[in-house]
């Protein structure tokens, strides 16, 4: 995987706590959800050109599609969404389990490593 330091850094760190279940109490499962958020943020930045812009995040998942892959695009949306509900779930609402974060970590790992394959176009195009 060829991913960005910070980009790793965040994926590293969630790992590492992931790989102590036991120890995950709700305040270490929403510091796992705000890394993997933020690791998608600067994937998708990157993606956009933005990287040192502070322009929104919905903006950015906005016009992702012109940057990437549609499907791409989605998932990173996706996965976006799904991440801040994680992060800001209510009392009432169960918190995000082990497996959940283990699959979002994966799919991060996955977004991440798809936008930052440059787009090609293929076939051709003809100009009349």
Not at 13 to 18: D, G, K, Q
Not at 76 to 91: E, N, P
Not at 95 to 104: H, K, N, Q, S, Y
Not at 108 to 127: H, N, R
């Amino acid at each position: 995987m060829n991913l960005p330091s910070d980009v790793q850094d965040r994926l590293t760190c969630v790992a590492n706590l992931l790989a102590r279940p036991e120890q995950l109490d709700g305040v270490r499962i929403r510091c796992c959800a705000e890394l993997l958020r933020t690791a998608v943020e600067r994937s998708v930045a990157r993606a956009c050109g933005a990287e040192n812009s502070d322009q929104p995040v919905h903006a950015l998942l906005v016009s992702l599609p012109f940057h990437t892959d549609p499907d791409v695009a989605h998932d990173a949306s996706q996965l976006w969404h799904a991440l801040s509900r994680a992060i800001r779930h209510h009392g009432y609402e169960l918190t995000p389990t082990v497996a959940e974060l283990i699959g979002w970590h994966a799919d991060t790992a996955d977004v991440s490593e798809a936008l930052g394959m440059p787009l090609t176009l293929s076939g051709t195009i003809e100009l009349t």
